[in-house]
T-cell receptor, first 110, second 115 residues
Framework: DAKTTQPNSMESNEEEPVHLPCNHS???????IHWYRQLPSQGPEYVIH???SNVNNRMASLAIAEDRKSSTLILHRATLRDAAVYYC???????????FGEGTQLTVNP | EAGVAQSPRYKIIEKRQSVAFWCNPI?????LYWYQQILGQGPKLLIQ????????DSQLPKDRFSAERLKGVDSTLKIQPAKLEDSAVYLC?????????????FGPGTRLTVL
C-alpha cells in the first residue's frame, strides 16, 4: 500500500476553516485517496474520497494536487463535533484493505 | 438504514481465557472486515471476508485468533487463549462490495481488557 504522511496534530477555532494536509508521494496512477475520521470512543467514519479532481460533499472538500503527491481535506466551518482523528488512506487498487496510520488529531477550540 | 452492530460493547477477561465477539453487518453488504485498534494507534486489519470466503487474513495471529462468517452474513471473531497484549478495541466494518472506492461502515467496536 502507498504510504501517507500527516501531521500528528492540528488546532482550529470553531467556525473557521480547517485544512488538513496529507502527503503521498508514492501514489500510483490508480490509487484513490480516502479520508476517514474517528470521533472519541467511536468507530471510524468515511468522510470523502477522490482520484484526480477536487471533490465536495456535505461533510468536506478534498483538494488534490495536480501531481497527486499530496491532498488536503478542507472543513469549511469547523464545529466542536469535528474534533477527531483524521486519517488519509490509499487503498490498493485491487482491493479494499484500509491501512490506517496514526492520523491527525484535530482539536477545535470554542 | 441500520448500521453495523457489534456485541458485546465491553469485555473484561483474564489472560489465557477465551472470548468471542459478534458482528452483524449492514444488510446486503458482501464484504466484512475485522480490525484491531490498540490505544493510541490506528485500526489494523485482521481479516477480510468476501461473502463467506476469506480474502485477506495476513495479519491475523492464527495461533490464537479465528474468525468465521456464517452464510455470508454475521461474523464472529474468537481469541483463545487471550494474552495481555490483546487488550484493544475490536472493530467490525462492512462494505457493499470489494473495490477501491467502496465506503466502509464501521460498528461501535468491542473494548476488550485482558487482565
Amino acid at each position: 500500500d502507498a504510504k501517507t504522511t500527516q501531521p500528528n496534530s492540528m488546532e482550529s477555532n470553531e467556525e473557521e476553516p480547517v485544512h488538513l494536509p496529507c502527503n503521498h508521494s508514492t501514489i500510483s496512477g490508480t490509487d484513490y485517496i480516502h479520508w476517514y475520521r474517528q470521533l472519541p470512543s467511536q468507530g471510524p467514519e468515511y468522510v470523502i474520497h477522490g482520484l484526480t479532481s477536487n471533490v465536495n460533499n456535505r461533510m468536506a472538500s478534498l483538494a488534490i494536487a495536480e501531481d497527486r503527491k499530496s491532498s488536503t481535506l478542507i472543513l469549511h466551518r469547523a464545529t466542536l463535533r469535528d474534533a477527531a482523528v483524521y486519517y488519509c488512506i490509499l487503498p490498493p487498487s485491487s482491493g479494499s484493505r484500509l491501512t490506517f496510520g496514526e492520523g491527525t488529531q484535530l482539536t477545535v477550540n470554542p | 438504514e441500520a448500521g453495523v452492530a457489534q456485541s458485546p460493547r465491553y469485555k473484561i477477561i483474564e489472560k489465557r481465557q477465551s472470548v468471542a465477539f459478534w458482528c452483524n453487518p449492514i444488510s446486503g453488504h458482501a464484504t466484512l472486515y475485522w480490525y484491531q485498534q490498540i490505544l493510541g494507534q490506528g485500526p489494523k486489519l485482521l481479516i477480510q471476508f468476501q461473502n463467506n470466503g476469506v480474502v485477506d487474513d495476513s495479519q491475523l495471529p492464527k495461533d490464537r485468533f479465528s474468525a468465521e462468517r456464517l452464510k455470508g452474513v454475521d461474523s464472529t471473531l474468537k481469541i483463545q487463549p487471550a494474552k495481555l497484549e490483546d487488550s484493544a478495541v475490536y472493530l467490525c466494518a462492512s462494505s457493499f462490495s470489494w473495490g477501491g472506492t467502496d465506503e466502509q461502515f464501521f460498528g461501535p467496536g468491542t473494548r476488550l481488557t485482558v487482565l
